[in-house]
Structure formats: C-alpha cells, structure tokens
C-alpha cells in the first residue's frame, strides 16, 4: 500500500519505520531486521543523531540482497540551525553522506523555527539549546521562503526525489505554496486521537499533499521523556475504546490505532525496538474498521499536542 506523491510521482509506503530514540548501539541491527520483516521506509532526521547507524543497517541489508536501493524510501529532515541559505545544501550532503547515500526519497524541514546555526564539527546533533549550560535557546531571522528555495535546489541537484515539510501550520503552507516551484509533496504532523488536526488534514488533501502521521499512539512515546500530561491523561494503547475495537477485529490496540490513520490515506511510521512489535505495526492494513469506530475513535479528540515548540525553553508558538 502506497500514496503516489505529487510532483515527482513517486510511491511512498503507507506503513514506515520511524528511527526517533533509536539508539545508536543497536540502530544498525534494527534497521537491517526491520528491512527483513518487510519495512521499506525509514524515517529519520538530524536530529535524531543515528543516520549513520541507520545507514549502515540499509547498506548490509543491499549488501546481503534483501533489497535493492530503489526498493527503499528513506526520509530525513533538515534541523533547525541549518535553514540558512549558506547551510541548506552542505548540510544536505552530510546527512547523504552520514546515510551512505546518493540521494533522499524524502527530505523534510524539520521544523519551521530557524535557529543560530551551530557548526557540525564543534557539536552534533545540534540539539535544541545553543547553550546546555544555559539552558537556552538562540534563533536567526532565515524566511522559510529562503530555506525552501535551497531545498528546491537539492532536488535540482539529485540529492532528493521528494521534498517537504514537518510541523507547519495552515497559514505558513498557504504562503509557502504562493512562491515554491516545487510545492511540498508530505507534510508529517503529529496525528493520533487526542490530536486529531481535521483541518490542517482538509487543507493538505485540497493542495495535493500527503499526510504522515507521527507519534501514532500518543502519549506512549512521550512517556519516556518524563512529559507532565503522557502519564495523567491514559494512554491510548489501553484506552477502553480502542481495547474494545481491537478485539472486536481479533487485532491489537497498536494495529487499531495504526489503522484509524491509514484507512484515511494518512501513512504512518511507528517505532519499535521489539521484533514482535515491528511486524505487528507493519502487518496492520489486513483489516477495515467501520466507519462508526472511525468516528468514534476521531471523537477522543482533545487537541493534545505533545510535541510543542511551545514548551521548549524558547516558547516558540507556531501552532497559535
Ligand atoms: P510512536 O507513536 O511510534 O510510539 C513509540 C512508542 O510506542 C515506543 O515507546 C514503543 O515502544 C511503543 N510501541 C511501538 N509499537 C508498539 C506496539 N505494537 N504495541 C505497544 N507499544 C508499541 O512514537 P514516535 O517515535 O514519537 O513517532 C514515530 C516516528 O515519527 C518517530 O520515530 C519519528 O521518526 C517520527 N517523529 C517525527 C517528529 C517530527 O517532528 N517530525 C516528531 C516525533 C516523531
């Protein structure tokens, strides 16, 4: 199952591996089994500090013929200290470089937030504080419109098949598609019942854009991070609705929750360290809920959102 992209033609799967907390020690070894039970997309960034890792699972996976280069779909999203015009492309290269390869299917801006540029060799990944200590953050006055112009130019270049964008909002992708040549073919946001963005979702259908959700389950991702709300609001995986649906279809709550995205055209990419869970979130789309538990599901809405420039210690508000 797939999503043909605008503009290239592309196909880009419906169902992904995400590599955000993917830890460098076994990153490798995860990619190369995920490649093995079938993952044919991975999603990766920057700032997630494990594309070479990453790389080097997709090389030995070509190497021992599970697949060919073209038979993958790798993303990546440029960080936020590099959206200078002087950055875009250099940087481009040294993700390529990190991954061992000649171009990205898909290359994203991270997010819209431009900060002071930080150079790879003194630290990376940047992260997102330009002074740990501190604990603060610095930004640069880059446009969007100067940042997209370099991405146009990477896939000018062959860097990119595909490019795109994350975390923006209505309004700035109204304005990005007044000026780009090559209009964004995804936009990935966080999409899961809490925060379901049926708006931002309509607008992208009606300009061409395609949809990946990300943090599919929620508030089990943020857990980890200690965040304030992951733990009192409940988690979604054992929600009673979403218990109830899945065994209704003999499924688990990950593959209903996985489902709710993909039966709207929306792809997804998961993560999972658990070989078990790997193939149980790929091996989701044997199955159609009704549209009464679609509704019902959509209907847990309470605009949640997780990951929020807003919490940094920046306050950066781009969703107001
Ligand atoms: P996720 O929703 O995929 O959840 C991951 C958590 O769910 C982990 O704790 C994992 O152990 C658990 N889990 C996975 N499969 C399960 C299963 N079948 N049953 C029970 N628990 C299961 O969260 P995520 O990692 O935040 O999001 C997925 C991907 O989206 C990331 O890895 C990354 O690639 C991307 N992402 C992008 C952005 C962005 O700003 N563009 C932000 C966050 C994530």
Wanted: net charge negative; aromatic share 10%.
């Amino acid at each position: 199952m797939s999503i043909t992209l605008k503009h290239s033609g592309q196909k880009m799967p419906l169902v992904g591996f995400g590599l955000w907390k993917v830890p460098t020690d076994s990153c490798a070894d995860t990619v190369y089994n995920a490649i093995k039970v079938g993952y044919r997309l991975f999603d990766g960034a920057q700032d997630y500090g494990n594309e070479k890792e990453a790389g080097e699972g997709v090389r030995r996976a070509i190497a021992d013929g599970l697949v060919k280069r073209e038979d993958l779909f790798i993303t990546s999203k440029l960080w936020n200290t590099f959206h200078s015009k002087d950055h875009v492309l250099e940087m481009t290269e040294k993700s390529l470089a990190d991954w061992g390869l000649d171009y990205f299917d898909l290359w994203l801006i991270h997010f819209p937030i431009a900060q002071k540029y930080v150079d790879p060799a003194v630290r990376y990944p940047p992260n997102l504080l330009f002074d740990a200590d501190a604990g603060t953050m610095e930004f640069e006055d880059v446009p969007i419109s100067e940042t997209w112009a370099e991405m146009e130019k990477a896939v000018e270049l062959g860097f990119a098949k595909n490019i795109g964008i994350s975390n923006f909002a209505g309004a700035l992708i109204i304005d990005l598609l007044r000026y780009a040549k090559i209009p964004p073919a995804v936009l990935q946001i966080e999409h899961h019942p809490y925060l379901t963005q049926p708006q931002i979702i309509a607008l992208a259908e009606q300009r061409g854009i395609a949809v990946t959700a990300y943090s599919s389950f929620g508030p089990q991702s943020f857990l980890e991070l200690g965040h304030p709300l992951a733990k009192s609001v409940g988690l979604l995986l054992e929600a009673d609705l979403i218990t109830t649906i899945a065994k209704a279809h003999g499924k688990t709550p990950a593959q209903v929750l996985l489902r709710w995205a993909t039966q709207r055209g929306i792809a997804v990419i998961p993560k999972s360290n658990n070989p078990q869970r790997l193939a149980e979130n790929l091996n989701h789309i044997d199955f159609d809920l009704t549209p009464e538990e679609l509704e019902k599901i959509s209907a847990l809405n309470v605009g949640l959102r997780f990951n929020d420039p807003a919490d940094w210690p920046g306050k950066i508000y781009i969703f107001a």
